[in-house]
């Protein structure tokens, strides 16, 4: 939700005294299951897309501006690209009625809910209805605490529940099994978007409390400090919506979108509870906010997959920075959302849409590029501030590359074979997927880029690895189940942006997401080159020892790599080990591996094996593991 300078401040009167209980893995964590673990409930096997109202009416949203945005939608030809949720955000509520703790709907703004319900009842079943005769799907919003990210930031913004205090209290918390079962199984509705500003905005010194107007919920979240949050008690409050939603749709067609904006270390466990999960706080309409959300998914390859997406907000396309006359802004925003498999959603008043906007929106190659049925997000193959290039294995077996221009100036780059794991020797076939333009290269190639420009292309090669598949180059396939994370800290590398909100009060953007120190494909967890004892590997899976990596094998025959303690490793004090199952079994061991050892070569037949799982242990738990390399992680048939 969008914020006000205050509630950073705000926030920070947590007065929990509760950290996280980060200790050392438990050996239970890394013992085999030998099943998938990731999140695969919900309706959520391709990126979802479609339209949210927040970005485009705030708290102003009334039912005819949500079905104008859905009738423009459908009769663009949106909807038959793929756009087919429609979600109503903050400010649809009137209160919490006090008798029975039944919401109410603000019927001035959505008519057709007046007495529609079960004796005279509000009610959204007649506008849920209209969407899905239209073929959409219906989405909801709450906030995971008692009052909304609208009530606590916007307060002063239209539509705001009434009422006493106790029927001002419009969210899950204390409601979770009652208002799930309402909005889902009474109203019809398919997906919700849950917040969290109720967790984390409203301690005793809030001037909000101070004055009476809400009451005071001793905070959970400290969006500046993970030793502060309790992580714990909020994965368990997310936790409880995603079993009422299976409760109350047991035919698993529902999304669940969590939105903690990156706080809570959410961004390393969302994807085993829910479909999709918001990287980062909000985007806004600007270049450098942009840049900012787009880093918090970029080295997040492999805590997405099909069932639970890594989300860095809505599209603002049409708006600021990415308006019609700001169309390369547009194309490369629009471009680096699909090349990540994050859920396209239009944020935007379409009823102002110029066509130019439409046809980005709706450009089918590069909606296709998002929906691939392999579900891999993009890999970084280069990666600096100036420039970095974004390969997506397909499920055609074909690569799709961006090339991102992130400065203001023109820049020229030479693209490689090795960039997209292709042989030199061999020819590379390259279609420019906005032109159509077509060309060939060896070995490498020359392209100029204009300032903001986003190239992206279809690639065919002659692959460095025949007959397999390097893991980095399927990270959709490979689930960190235990990343060896014991203290979560935020990451500090993201684009570091001027907000919307804050301006330039304050000391600046600080690191703020958990996640440093995650898997990462093709490089350390700390983003270094992988190298065990002075040999390098330009791919690979980093990770941090006493993990536990979960690989969906389609067909492959053979598992291999070049494994070791990775020069990048600081506490040296443990050797490690590290072990093949299959299906459950160990199916290979190393000896124990020290640091400075040589990389030790795995050779695993893995045929008939529906999971693969790659552990790494220590022979006692530590505090900080080291980083750990499981170099040139291939299958092969």
Partial sequence: ??????????????????????????????????????????????????????????????????????????????????????????????????????????????????????????????????????????????????????????????????????????????????????????????????????????????????????????PIIDPESLGRTDIPKVRGLYQSVATALKRYNPDMDYLFSICLWGS???????????????????????????????????????????????????????????????MAEARSHFALWAMENAPLFIGYDLRKAPPGLIDLLGNTRLIALNQDPAGNQAVLAYDTDDVQMLVKTLASGDKALAIFNRNATPIEVVLTAAHLKYTDTGEIALEDLWTGQKQRFRGETKLMLAPHQTLVFATRGTRLLPGGLYLSEQPGSVNPAVDGVTVPEHEPINHRAVSAWASTRGVGDRPRYGGWGGAQADSTPYGETLQVAGKRFVTGIGVLANSRLEVRNAGFNTFTAQVGMDDTARDRSQPVRFAVYGDGKLLRQSAPIGFGDAAVPLSVEVRGVTLIELVVRTAKPTRFPDPVTWGEAALTR
């Avoid at 019809?188 to 967790?199: A, N, P, R, S, Y």
Wanted: overall charge neutral; glycine content about 12%.
């Fill in 264 to 326: 809570a270390d959410v961004r390393a466990w969302a994807k085993d509870l829910g479909n999709i999960s918001r990287t980062s706080e909000d985007i806004s309409a600007n270049w450098s906010r942009m840049l900012h959300n787009f880093d918090t998914v970029s080295r997040r390859a492999l805590y997405a997959h099909p069932g639970s997406w890594n989300d860095p907000d809505m599209l603002f396309v049409g708006t600021g920075d990415f308006d019609a006359a700001h």
């Fill in 1 to 218: 939700m969008r914020r006000t300078v205050s509630k950073c401040l705000i926030s920070l009167g947590l007065g929990i005294g509760a950290s996280l209980a980060a200790g050392t893995a438990l050996a239970d964590d890394l013992t085999p299951t030998g099943r998938w673990t990731a999140n695969t409930d919900g309706s959520a096997k391709l990126p979802p897309m479609g339209w949210n109202s927040w970005n485009a009416f705030g708290t102003d949203v009334s039912e005819e501006k949500v079905i104008a945005s859905a009738k423009i939608i459908a009769d663009s030809g949106l909807q038959a690209k793929g756009y087919r949720y429609i979600d109503i955000d903050d400010g649809w509520w009137l209160k919490r009625r006090q008798t029975d703790g039944r919401m109410i709907i603000r019927t001035a703004t959505f008519p057709s809910a007046a007495g529609a319900g079960p004796g005279g009842e509000t009610s959204f079943r007649p506008f849920t209805d209209r969407l899905h005769a239209m073929g959409f799907k219906a989405g909801i919003y709450s906030d995971m605490g008692r009052n909304s990210c609208g009530q606590v930031y916007a307060s002063t913004a239209p539509n705001q529940p009434e009422g006493t205090v106790a029927e001002r209290e419009i969210g899950l918390y204390g409601h979770v099994d009652q208002d799930i079962r309402l909005y889902f199984a009474e109203w019809g509705f398919d997906l919700i978007k849950v917040d969290g500003c109720g967790l984390r905005a409203l301690p005793a010194t809030s001037p909000l409390v101070q004055s009476g107007k809400y009451r005071e919920f001793p």
